[in-house]
């Protein structure tokens, strides 16, 4: 299928052949019939990607701290390849379309193929023959609708929220700054619910369009002749009941405007993208004035539950969710309260839409929507799409499922260039990811099916997804014969841990999990000098706060920190010991949102060893992340963040020190692929791999318990 993408480093825009969409639960996979062009959101975003480094770094600030954090902590080469990861990557364009159901994922129930429909969000309703978008990002339409229209699905249900939002009622005024595409939808709802409109734009053109097609009951610029007098008189001399502010801009002038312009007592509501730092006086203390901020489509929006698990909150208790508000946008359209068809005043097929964009950079002519066109009887293939002319395979031959960030970063770049290992295919969820992982990796192609990776050209799978589907592809790839590499964790259910353990068993095929830091130079100068007696370990990670909202935190998707991380230093302890671990207790401090992500887990193991892992969400940043102690028969060890190591025997410490940390991700996959060339045997046992996976799940039983030792 062809998509439009773009390059975030140099700019470059082009349409070109991704695999299909994967199917997931709770989703559809959609045909577009059209897509709009935001000339505000997807403007700036083209605008910033054609912007040189330095005018890239003007544009985000913060994003230029975020990388200056990485490269104190992890030196140069990492944060040059997350950089380049970001500038090279093909970005995805779009987040409102409409078009024809064609498949429909399980569990999905309100849809089926050939159901007319309107998609919204950034990643899901792309500009791209098909898409495949999550059932709360999606509405039924009629089968008569005019998709044109209903395409303008996201941009309707962001003004649609940013009316909610100003909570006015019949016979109300309200004055909506800034006339693009949202201020002109805003205004329309607004009159179709008896709202007095009152619209104000810095273009004369915008303001002659809203008149002209009885969008508003009063249009001026900005700059027109008594522009508060105006005001004033239309509202009865009051002032407007609410403001919404549709405008982007980085000038002040919107937000202090609206304090004069509203009444006392009046809400303003921020819709667009302007600074919010008003004059206190003379207008928003003496007033008391509120200010609201309106979320994107609306409740549900950034909530992974409602977006991604498709969870509807409840009607009683939350009326109007995102989906609500598309549903209520559209039922305008429909009804024929709202005319929207003025709003595109210009329509490109497809296969033109750079032309289109580029008339958003320049803007060498007025436009408001702009509506890209698919040709809907073109076919669509699922065919595997081939990225390398070389086909030779060797000893080991590689397939990737999954390659988002930390398998760019770690995994991917450090695969040895070598005859005896192939690079044969790449299987992401979305198909930009796979296209640029396997043309820039060198892999014979980018796919849509599982089959692809799984067939006869392969032999070893680098499982790289979300937490949650890792015990399934272990097992797929186990079951299809497969070596296989899998990003911790291996699973999140124990009923998986045992089929795979099952499938492990029947054809002795290598598995291996990336505990990487076992294999850090310095730890294998540590594990070299304790040799093998007992010893008492101390490995404290100040690990920092993740958001409750975010996909680890989710017990279901990331598996919480203990099954997602804290497996980590539970391997790392068994390999610094050398023998498997067979009791353990945790206990984790309260916190308000019951996350687990601050604990102490007590190991004991095989051979009298004993190991605490320090686990704290509630640390400051500015101490080191990772630091490990160790005790053993008259030598204590110290090891700082990878980069320096202390070991106290006689006389004066042992001290390694090295300039960038090394978390032993190179060596790891290049010890993984020399064991599998040389003997076909993983450098970590499976059995250890095996009771590192029931000692996590153990850690959270015993969490529950109180804290009670629990046999692994």
Not at 97 to 117: N, S
Not at 127 to 148: G, R, T
Not at 614 to 624: D, E, I, L, R
Request: charged letters at 20%; glycine letters at 8%; hydrophobic letters at 40%.
């Amino acid at each position: 299928m062809q998509q439009l993408t773009q390059k975030l480093g140099s700019g470059d825009m082009m349409i070109q052949d991704v695999p299909y969409p994967q199917l997931g639960n709770g989703m559809v996979i959609v045909k577009n019939h059209y897509s709009i062009i935001s000339a505000g959101t997807e403007g700036s975003t083209v605008v910033a990607a054609r912007k040189s480094l330095i005018g890239k770094a003007k544009e985000r600030p913060q994003q230029v701290k975020q990388v200056i954090d990485t490269l104190k902590k992890q030196g140069p080469i990492q944060t040059y390849r997350a950089v380049m990861k970001k500038l090279d990557s093909y970005s995805p364009l779009g987040y409102s379309c409409a078009g024809e159901v064609i498949e429909v994922g399980e569990g999905v129930t309100e849809f089926e193929v050939g159901d007319k429909v309107a998609c919204a969000g950034a990643g899901y309703a792309n500009h791209a023959e098909i898409v495949s978008v999550p059932v709360n990002l999606c509405v039924k339409l009629d089968n008569d609708s005019n998709l044109k229209d209903a395409a303008y699905n996201t941009l309707g249900a962001i003004s649609m929220q940013g009316v909610r939002q100003a909570d006015l009622r019949l016979g109300e005024s309200c004055v909506v700054i800034g006339l693009g595409l949202l201020g002109q939808l805003a205004a329309l709802i607004l009159k179709a619910s008896g709202v007095t409109v009152i619209g104000i734009d810095v273009s004369k053109d915008a303001v002659q369009q809203a008149i002209g097609n009885n969008v508003v009951d009063l249009g001026l610029t900005r700059n027109a002749s008594g522009i508060e007098e105006q005001l004033l008189n239309t509202t009865q001399g009051h002032g407007a009941d609410a403001v919404i502010i549709a405008a982007a801009t980085s000038s002040l002038d919107p937000i202090n405007f609206a304090g004069a312009i509203a009444r006392k007592k009046g809400k303003v509501v921020v819709l667009g993208a302007v600074p919010t730092g008003f004059d206190r006086d003379p207008f928003w203390y003496r007033k008391e004035l509120e200010l609201k901020m309106a979320c994107s489509y609306g409740p549900g929006r950034y909530d992974l539950n409602y977006e991604e698990k498709g969870i509807d909150y409840p009607l009683p208790y939350v009326r109007w969710t995102e989906k609500r508000n598309m549903e209520a946008f559209q039922n305008l359209i429909s009804n024929q309260k709202i005319d929207i068809g003025y709003l595109t005043t210009h329509e490109f097929e497809f296969e033109n839409a750079k032309a289109a964009f580029d008339l958003v950079v320049s803007k060498e002519e007025a436009f408001t929507g702009i509506a890209l066109k698919y040709d809907v009887e073109r076919a669509v293939s699922k065919e595997k799409i081939t990225t390398s002319a070389n086909d030779k395979l060797g000893k080991v031959n590689i397939s990737f499922i999954g390659a988002g960030s930390y398998a760019q970063g770690n995994l991917l770049p450090n695969i040895p260039e070598s005859s005896d290992i192939g690079r044969v295919g790449v299987l992401t969820n979305t198909g930009t990811t796979s296209k640029r992982v396997a043309e820039k990796f060198k892999f014979q192609f980018c796919a849509t099916n599982d089959e692809d990776v799984l067939d006869d050209k392969t032999n070893t799978v680098f499982v790289a997804t979300r937490h949650d589907s890792h015990g399934s592809f272990v097992l797929k790839s186990l079951q299809a014969n497969k070596n296989v590499f899998v990003e911790k964790p291996l699973c999140l259910l124990e009923s998986e841990l045992e089929e795979i353990i099952e499938a492990q068993s029947k054809n002795k095929k290598a598995v291996m999990v990336g505990f990487n830091r076992r294999f850090s130079p310095l730890t294998q100068k540590l594990k070299k000098a304790l040799g093998n007696n007992p010893m008492t370990m101390i490995y404290r990670i100040n690990a920092g706060p993740i958001p409750k909202d975010t996909w680890i935190q989710d017990s279901e998707i990331g598996g919480g920190r203990i099954l997602g991380e804290a497996c980590h230093f539970i391997d790392y302890l068994t390999f610094l010991n050398g023998s498997l671990p067979v009791k353990i207790s945790a206990s984790a401090l309260p916190d308000a949102n019951q996350l687990n992500d601050t604990i102490n887990i007590l190991i004991q193991f095989e051979n009298g060893s004993s190991g605490i892992i320090g686990y704290y969400a509630n640390g400051s940043k500015a101490m080191t992340k990772e630091y490990i102690e160790v005790f053993s028969a008259g030598l204590s060890a110290s090891l700082s963040d990878f980069k320096e190591l202390k070991i106290y025997d006689k006389g004066k410490p042992q001290k390694t020190k090295i300039l960038n940390q090394n978390k032993g991700q190179k060596e790891m996959v290049n010890s993984f692929l020399n064991g599998l060339l040389k003997d076909g045997v993983t450098p970590i046992d499976f059995k250890e791999i095996v009771a590192v996976t029931k000692a996590s799940f153990k850690a959270l039983e015993s969490i529950k318990k109180g804290g009670q030792q629990i046999y692994i």
